[in-house]
Structure formats: structure tokens, C-alpha cells
């Protein structure tokens, strides 16, 4: 039975805190009505005074992972470097390190609804690619060229161990078996896995790359 002793009053913000926290603890898979309710100590009706369903939990949770998110005018100023370009890179980068302490959320965050925290985080980003001086249709496709690698790197981050036990001794299981063979390429880039692991650096060389790309797109000026 839930508890109906000492309780501070239900809002929103605190159905929404009290299922991030329980999502972060147990993962998304293990969120429901019944458990946020007991987790707050109320009844699970009483939650339906303010969030109408668990879809919109999942969304106002996934806003306030988008809350953490850093804006671009939030970057240093770096000496020799575009402001537009250090900016986006900041933002991206402060995603990435949101979506690593909320891992649940990046398999979710194309399907929810967007609240007002992460509506500003898109509009940050576009922001930022237009008055740097791109085009509309550039700075669309800059938009999503830049969110499919936060998203899908991370999730790749997530889902594999790029650690001694997972992804090198793939790697080095594949050498013991086609070294020598018709895959140059191929074994020299598993080599790359084992003799010399960056995977760190990856999504920052890759964003840069992005970066540089989309730079060219912008043309002079």
C-alpha cells in the first residue's frame, strides 16, 4: 500500500523528477505508473492529475536531458577558431556527455514527444548554422548530419565493449583467423582496434570532420 504519511504535494515537476531518477537507477524498461506511484508514496491515480499517461513522462524526462544540455553560447572562446564552429561543437559534445549519464534516453529520442527544453536545443543548433550563413537546405542537412552522429555514436558507445574484453579481442580473434589474407584493408584496420585503440577520439575527429565539411558548404565569408 502507498504511503499517505508526511508527503510534500504532487506536481508535475516532481511525478517527472522522481521518474528520472527511477529510470536512471533501473532503466526505462522497468518505468511504470504503479511504480512512480509508489516511488512518490501516493496512490497511482493521484498521478494522473498531472501527467496524463507514461508517453508523456517518457517525454518531460527526455526534456530534462535536453535541459542539460549546454547551448552554443555557452563555449569558450578559443583563439583561431570560427565562433559558429566552436559553438556547435560545444553543444554537441555537452549531448553526448548528457545522452552517457542517460543512457536510456538515446534509443527513445526519436520517438518521443519534444518539450520545450529540447525545442531550444534544436533551435540553438539551426540557430547557429544560419546565422554562420548557411543556407536553409545546408543548414538542414547540417542539422541532422550532426544529430545522427550524436546519436548514433552513442548508441553504438553504449550497445559495444570497445574495452580489451569486447571489440579488441574481436579484433584479434579476426587476425588469428585471416591474417595474411585477401582483406588487406580490413586487417590493417583491425589492427587499429588492437595495436593502437582511439575509439576515445573517434567521435571528436568524426564531429570535426562534420564541422569541416559543413564549413565548406558555407562557402567565403
Given at each position: ?43 497511482v ?41 566552436a ?44 546565422t ?73 575527429v ?16
Amino acid at each position: 500500500m502507498a504511503r499517505t504519511s508526511q508527503r510534500a504535494p504532487l506536481t508535475a515537476d516532481r511525478v517527472l523528477q522522481a521518474a528520472l531518477a527511477l529510470v536512471d537507477r533501473d532503466g526505462v524498461d522497468e518505468l511504470s505508473m504503479r511504480k512512480l506511484a509508489k516511488e512518490l508514496g501516493f496512490e497511482v491515480m493521484s498521478l494522473y492529475n498531472h501527467v496524463a499517461n507514461k508517453d508523456e513522462v517518457l517525454a518531460g524526462i527526455a526534456d530534462l536531458v535536453a535541459a542539460e544540455i549546454e547551448p552554443p553560447e555557452a563555449a569558450p572562446k578559443r583563439r583561431g577558431k570560427a565562433a559558429w564552429k566552436a559553438g556547435i561543437r560545444h553543444t554537441v559534445l555537452s549531448a553526448r556527455d548528457a545522452f552517457h549519464r542517460h543512457p536510456w534516453v538515446v534509443p527513445i529520442w526519436p520517438a518521443v514527444a519534444s518539450g520545450p527544453h529540447r525545442l531550444r536545443f534544436m533551435e540553438a543548433l539551426l540557430r547557429s548554422l544560419r546565422t554562420a550563413g548557411f543556407a536553409p537546405a545546408d543548414a538542414y542537412h547540417g542539422y541532422h548530419a550532426l544529430m545522427m552522429h550524436v546519436l548514433g555514436f552513442t548508441l553504438q558507445e553504449q550497445r559495444f565493449d570497445f574495452g580489451e574484453g569486447g571489440v579488441v579481442a574481436a579484433a584479434s580473434r579476426f587476425l588469428d583467423q585471416f591474417e595474411g589474407e585477401e582483406f588487406p584493408y580490413l586487417i590493417e584496420h583491425m589492427h587499429q582496434h588492437v595495436d593502437a585503440p582511439t575509439h576515445q577520439d573517434d567521435f571528436e575527429v568524426v564531429l570535426d570532420i562534420l564541422l569541416d565539411g559543413l564549413d565548406r558548404l558555407r562557402g567565403p565569408g
